[in-house]
């Protein structure tokens, strides 16, 4: 809409505005505009929708007096940004054109084809498309052909798919893709000019054995009277991703990468966070360091932050500094692991102490066969080794927004991307808090450090028991979510007055945004980026993204790995319950599916009970309550909905008429049983 188009509709209507905010379509069709701010919603139409897609960012034009049922009205005149930009879908030609039909449980228009594909590829078949352009002229959006699916690589569309979903593209611009290579990975020496020297300190990485970029490295050296000089470095992403450039731009519109169980999909192409940034033993590098005099009761007497450039002279996987800590292995550098290890278990110590909460929740990784297929669910636990890492890499971050906290321009705090996480909520708490009375964990509720000693009370009291991840996953679901934002509130959870997101430029922008802002105020000139709440927000919505990415991912690993096991009985964690039935987790392979209320209503009706978060029998008096074990059916495995369906296998004394018996039992699940896909 044009500038003038916009003053002739304010001339005429006094009490129209435009707004912004983020579109959201319901399947039915029936837009919303998000515009952050709670209750205030905008309904649209989907006549009025004006070539915006679901996800976008838009602005609005709305009339106060308007509304439906309580809703705005607006019209979108104009998309700011696309959410999404590739899709996956099917190919069709008919009378000499070619067109593009999207996969999307959305509504989304036909796409034409920009040119004809090359003979016989991709007809009728699954390929992604790239949307060129939807001008006011296009009756329909424009695509370009990025790619031809094959037919047996569905567990790579599957994958591909969530991430289009969410709206991370698949590939980078040919403009970032030059941006990138025109980089050089040698060692200028006027830039070592600029950089302190820590080629000639012992200096090392650890990292899983599966990484494939490193961004954080420790060097150590004594100092003398009992004090050592520790540095922890980062890759230096800001000096080789500078503003105004195709590459910044398309790593600011990611924000991160997002890691998969098969694959990352990475913010910044493979030039940059593979080679020149990625810490590699036996390599020069320049990072962003920050270095600290500590004694050996891990008290930090000093600290430095400045550009630098090392030399990693070792690659260490956690489980090799693991067997080093644990005296399996010797090693070199065994006396300064132990060392660093020691201080980062005093560090971790004083940081509970001081009102830290402990997350350190399982982690669920799938190992997987040649073609991505999951065939051994693994759960990994956070040792000294990763809390070594992460106590330092702590400490570089607390260090950094603490220093920059101090710093003042025209009277105000320097605007500064911090990482926040508010206080909780006390009514929000309030259910979880009564749960886990009734399970034996008491809280303290007089201070908010009082309640994160008693959720660190709790976590360790279930440590190893099936309902720790119940109680973890819980008490995080009703706790505020961390996010980025300039209004700097302080860190509940790691119980930080300051805290930001320095260590990982690699796969975190806002780490990027540090790193310019903190040379700034290194270089004596601070100056406040007006823009840069409106970084933090997309960093967050991209951050929650990715996240919404990984649990879909894993979701379909797990209905992938457990379409074995239909027709058979394990033992199950309930972690949730509804209206309609209960999720539970199976002990052994933790993978959750959902109980249907209708499958429970053969042996009795069964209401929810919010505040016991439970399901209780109205005859019976039976109760399904979140943290029971009890014993389930697997009856379907289905990939396309990324769903796995259970059926309570109830205990002897539970006899109604209608009890289904085991034969009754496996003949269900054979009905349920996901057939085979046909190829596509």
């Known amino acids: 809409m044009s500038k003038k188009h916009k003053h002739k509709q304010k001339s005429r209507h006094q009490s129209t505005h435009t707004e912004k905010g983020v579109l959201e379509i319901t399947r039915s069709g029936i837009g919303f505009v998000n515009t952050g701010q709670k209750g205030q919603d905008i309904l649209v139409r989907p006549a009025d929708f004006n070539r915006a897609f679901h996800g976008d960012t838009v602005m609005v034009l709305t009339n106060k007096h308007q509304n439906d049922g309580g809703k705005r009205i607006g019209k979108i005149v104009e998309v700011l940004s696309r959410r999404q930009t590739e899709f996956v879908g099917t190919l069709h030609t008919h009378a000499g054109r070619w067109y593009f039909i999207p996969d999307s449980d959305k509504p989304l228009p036909s796409f034409d084809l920009l040119s004809a594909p090359e003979a016989g590829a991709g007809i009728e078949g699954r390929v992604i498309v790239k949307l060129a352009r939807w001008g006011e002229q296009d009756k329909r959006p424009k695509a370009e052909l990025v790619k031809v699916l094959e037919p047996e690589s569905l567990n790579d569309i599957a994958m591909q798919d969530i991430l289009l979903e969410n709206g991370f593209p698949l590939h980078f611009s040919d403009d970032a893709m030059e941006d990138a290579l025109r980089l050089h990975d040698a060692i200028v020496p006027s830039e070592l000019q600029k950089r302190r020297d820590f080629r000639g300190i012992p200096t090392f990485t650890i990292d899983p054995a599966d990484a494939r970029d490193f961004d954080d490295a420790l ?161 990994k636990l956070s040792k000294e080794a990763h809390q070594l890492i992460e106590e330092f890499m702590l400490l570089a971050n607390k260090t950094v927004a603490t220093h920059v906290s101090k710093i003042m321009v025209k009277d105000k705090p320097l605007p500064f991307p911090y990482r ?107 100056k406040a980026h007006k823009k840069l709440e409106e970084n933090c927000k997309h960093s967050s919505e991209r951050e929650r993204a990715a996240m919404d990415c990984e649990r879909t991912a894993n979701k379909y690993k797990q209905v992938e790995y457990m379409r074995q096991y239909v027709g058979e009985q394990f033992d199950v964690v309930i972690t949730g319950v509804s209206t309609f039935g209960f999720w539970a987790e199976t002990v052994a392979h933790k993978c959750e599916g959902l109980v249907s209320m209708r499958d429970l209503s053969d042996y009795d009706e069964f209401m929810l009970v919010e505040t016991d978060y439970s399901l209780a029998g109205l005859r019976t008096g039976k109760k399904f309550r979140m943290g029971d074990t009890v014993k389930i059916l697997v009856v379907a495995a289905n990939l396309e909905k990324r769903q796995l369906d259970y059926q309570w296998v109830p205990d002897n004394d539970m006899q109604p008429a209608t009890r289904p018996t085991k034969q009754k039992q496996q003949q269900q699940a054979r009905k349920h049983r996901e057939p085979k896909r046909r190829k596509q």
Not at 248 to 266: F, G, K
Not at 293 to 301: L, M, Y
Not at 463 to 476: D, F
């Open 219 to 379: 060097s150590i050296q004594p100092t003398g009277k009992g004090l050592w000089e520790i540095g922890v470095h980062i890759a230096d992403v800001s000096h080789f991703v500078v503003p105004e450039t195709a590459l910044d731009d398309e790593a600011y519109q990611r924000a991160t990468s997002v890691y998969l169980p098969d694959r990352v999909n990475p913010m910044l192409p493979e030039r940059i966070s593979n080679e020149l940034c990625s810490l590699r033993p036996n390599e020069d590098k320049y990072t962003f360091s920050a270095v600290f005099t500590i004694n050996s009761k891990a008290q930090v007497k000093d600290y430095w932050l400045g550009r630098t450039v090392i030399h990693s002279n070792k690659r260490f996987t956690y489980e090799e500094v693991q067997d080093i800590i644990e005296k399996k292995a010797e090693s070199p550098y065994q006396d300064t692991v132990h060392l660093l290890n020691k201080m980062a278990q005093q560090m971790r110590k004083e940081r509970f102490a001081n009102g830290a909460i402990n997350f350190s929740s399982e982690e669920v990784r799938f190992k997987l066969d040649e073609n991505a297929v999951p065939v051994e669910v693994v759960v």
């Open 420 to 526: 926040v996480h508010d206080q909780p909520d006390e009514k929000k708490l309030e259910p979880f808090m009564a749960f886990a009375k009734r399970m034996g964990h008491p809280f303290d509720t007089r201070t908010p450090q009082r309640i994160a000693e008693s959720f660190n009370t709790m976590i360790n009291n279930v440590r190893g028991t099936p309902q720790q991840h119940v109680l973890e996953q819980l008490g995080i679901r009703t706790m505020a979510k961390a996010i980025y934002t300039a209004d700097n509130i302080g860190h509940y959870g790691l119980g930080f007055e300051n805290y930001c997101h320095f260590t990982s430029p690699i796969r975190r922008y806002p780490d990027v945004l540090v790193h310019r802002l903190l040379q700034e105020v290194l270089d004596g000139k601070p």
